[in-house]
Structure formats: C-alpha cells, structure tokens
C-alpha cells in the first residue's frame, strides 16, 4: 500500500502568496489610475454638455445663464453628472459677458482636482498638469 499524503507544502502556499502580493502591488495602482481618468471623462462630458448648453441659450437669448439658481433656464434638473462623481458650479463675472464652470469631484482626486471650462473654451484645472487632466 502507497500511504503518501499529497497536497501542498506551506513553503509552495507561501511562495504563491508573495507572488499574488507583488502582482497586486503592481496591479492596483494602474487600476486606480484607469478608475480616475474614466472618472475625469465623466466630468469633461458634463461640462461640455453644460457648455453647449450656454451657447444654444446665447444664441436666442443673447447673454449666458451666470448662476447656479438659474441652471433650469439651460434645461438641467440637477448640478451632478450622470453617476454623480462630480458637481458642476456655474459663476459669472460682472461685465465680463462669459461664465465659468467648476466641476468638484466626489471622490479622492488629488492629481488634477477641480475641472474648469470657461466660456472662451480654456480649460484648467485646480491642481497638477492641465494637459493631463483634459486628455
């Protein structure tokens, strides 16, 4: 009779565990990273939407909606995005004839923070590289 017990030795577990580690270690932040930046887009999209918005209500009205109590004039029922990651702020300044909006995220983005767009069509952000965030 062949009594040899077969399994696993708790070396070989511990070797696949360290290995998992460092995968997961590599893994994680490109994943955080690639949630991020479809987080942004989510954003971009909403002040373009609202942009575009600005400029059909300029087309018949002549001047553009310069506050947030007066964002049902541009047919918006709420100031959050679609799946709510980010709030869209609408400010004007006196005389000057524009607008800008000021999208918040509502999760931790410390790279690019807020996304402004203003109505000359300039991008920026509150933190880090412009050109990074609005790619």
């Known amino acids: 009779m062949n009594n040899r017990m077969r399994g696993f030795t708790l070396i070989e577990v511990m070797i696949v565990v360290v290995i998992v580690g460092i995968l997961a270690s590599i893994a994680y932040p490109s994943y955080q990273e690639y949630v991020n930046r479809s987080n942004r887009a989510e954003g971009q999209a909403f002040l373009s939407d609202i942009a575009a918005r600005q400029e059909r209500y300029f087309s018949q009205n002549n001047a553009y909606v310069t506050a947030d109590t007066d964002r049902s004039k541009l047919g ?12 869209v702020s609408l400010s004007g300044v006196a005389n000057d004839g524009g607008y800008t909006l000021t999208a918040t995220p509502s999760f931790t983005e410390t790279r690019c923070g807020n996304l402004v767009l203003n109505a000359k069509g300039v991008r920026s952000v509150s933190t880090g590289d412009k050109d990074y965030c609005w790619r």
Do not use: D, E, G
């Open 76 to 87: 918006l029922t709420s100031n959050q995005s679609a799946n709510q990651r980010y709030t």
